[in-house]
């Protein structure tokens, strides 16, 4: 059964104060050469079915005016066929 | 130069109050078919050269210790060769 991953960052130029705290203990542990950490959302949708063209593009829609705010994030989507 | 993705998600067994609501909110909009919504963590961490073996373990470690919690969460990593 296919399951969607809706992958929602902020886009380049947008401050993530949350990546920068944790860019800072990254480096602490000593995770070296690391320059940049940005933090997003990712939503895994389950359907019970495989998807037809419209539930593909429904997801689409919804992604963009649901799951992100297209003011500041971008989004992905991921379609993987597991268990 | 390479980037990693940190994916952290709740074990299937522990409740996702967040995914619940947005798998009601996904089905009054329409979305047929959805079974289940489940809401996860994306960490983006950008490297400015190829990962070392050292760095690459370094990496699941603080997945693992720092970047999710083990006991309710389980965590996944990609690495993808981007602009």
Redesign the interface.
Known sequence: MPNI?I?V?FKDEILDPQ?RT?LG??LK?????????????????????D?TAE?FS??QR?AKE??SNPVIEVFSIEVKDEA
């Open positions: 991953y992958n960052h990546g944790i203990a990254l542990q000593g995770l070296n050469g690391l320059n940049e950490v940005r933090q997003g959302k990712q939503f895994l949708l389950k359907f019970e079915n998807l539930q429904e997801i919804l649901l799951l």
